[in-house]
């Protein structure tokens, strides 16, 4: 990894400063991204946004900032993008602070203080290496202000076509992954999270390995179909939608089942009968349920102590399997007739069996 630092002064900084929305800010006479295409939004409120300019102002040291030196020989913002865009705004006439009690706007400003704010220097280190390199050190100084997601150090490091297209499929506000998919998937397309999501589905997780695979592609329009067909699929396997089914990690259920022919309505049945058991204390679990049987999903609601109690007083400490005696913390509650089959979790539907006996039943 190499690392530079550099005096840069604001004037050279807001020099070619131009704020596209979504569509990203630059400066440095176009030389430097300030803001990604599509990364979050600027999130300074008005205090922090007016610190920044009296801080500069007053002539202290600002923190110091990172930049990623990119393959073509421009320069990304990696940390310092909420303070960079704070003082190019200011320059740029879009915002007043007090000044000695009253607001004012750069152009407001005796040219002496404009002069004094434009030669402020920065302290910028340049950043180059290797991908894993960078993400190493993105990592280690992304610990104050307004942090970076996981996903936004990596779209640091892996910049190309690829990612400039995946952004523009899953990093707009209504993007075309956002308008499909906002009731599966959590979080905010500005923030990464859609992108997030659909590299961890398409890599098992596996994230940084596919962004650096895929990092000079032309397109993402493998990453964009496969998130299609995910969405697709659980639209056509589980027809009515329930809330439930948000942020479940749809990517992996797609690739284990998308070859199994289900009887839809009798999944529908099922769903329904469990949303409105009162032993399926895990809700958002019955979907992995219905497709794998696993009644871990579901966290049954297990026997309350009291219940405990009733059962061992009543078998006089006795296992019904071994039929042994056992002091109450040697055993464990279990169904006497299994949820699967019908039983409940009451006090009549509980008996309590020795701790082998009970794992050898539930190993069954």
């Known amino acids: 990894m190499r690392i530079e630092l550099h005096e840069i002064t604001i004037r050279e900084v807001a020099d070619g400063y131009l704020d596209n929305a979504e569509?990203?800010?630059?400066?440095y006479g176009g030389r430097l991204d300030i803001r990604p295409k599509y990364q979050r939004e600027f999130v300074y409120d008005e205090k922090k946004r007016n610190a920044v300019i009296d801080t500069i102002r007053k002539g202290f040291p600002l923190n110091v900032m990172y930049w990623v030196i990119t393959d073509d020989g421009s320069y990304e913002v990696m940390d310092g993008q909420q303070r960079t865009i704070s003082f190019c705004q200011y320059v740029n006439g879009d915002f007043s602070v007090p000044v000695d009690g009253h607001p004012m706007a750069f152009h407001n400003l005796p040219k002496t203080l404009q002069d004094q704010i434009l030669d402020y220097k920065l302290m910028v280190y340049f950043c180059s290496g290797t991908d894993v390199e960078k993400l190493d050190w993105f990592r280690i100084i992304n610990?104050?202000?307004?942090r970076l997601t996981e996903q936004e150090l990596r779209n640091a490091v892996y910049t190309g076509p690829w990612l400039t297209h995946a952004k523009s499929i899953f990093s707009k506000t209504n993007c075309a992954a956002y308008l499909l998919a906002n009731k599966y998937v959590n979080g905010s397309p500005i923030r990464q999270e859609f992108l997030q999501t659909a590299l961890s589905w398409i890599s098992d997780g596996s994230i940084e390995q596919y962004m650096s695979?895929?990092?000079?592609d032309p397109n993402a329009n493998e990453l964009w179909s496969y998130f299609q067909a995910v969405i697709a699929w659980v639209d056509l396997t589980f027809t009515t939608y329930r809330k439930e089914m948000k942020g479940l990690d749809w990517g992996s259920l797609y690739d284990r089942f998308k070859d199994g022919l289900y009887d839809t309505d009798?999944?529908?049945?099922?769903i329904k009968a469990l949303m409105i058991d009162d032993d399926v204390t895990r809700k958002k679990g019955i979907y992995q349920y219905v497709l794998t049987g696993d009644e871990k999903h579901l966290a049954i609601r297990a026997f309350t102590p009291a219940m405990r109690r009733a059962a061992y007083e009543r078998q006089g400490g006795i296992c019904p399997k071994c039929k042994k005696h056992f002091e109450i913390d040697q055993m464990e509650a279990d169904h006497v007739t299994p949820w699967s089959k019908g039983g409940r979790t009451n006090a009549d539907n509980c008996q309590m069996l020795c701790l082998e006996d009970n794992r050898r039943k539930g190993a069954v």
């Open 23 to 27: 569509e990203g800010v630059v400066g």
């Open 143 to 146: 610990i104050a202000g307004e």
């Open 213 to 216: 695979a895929h990092q000079h």
């Open 266 to 270: 009798k999944l529908e049945s099922q």
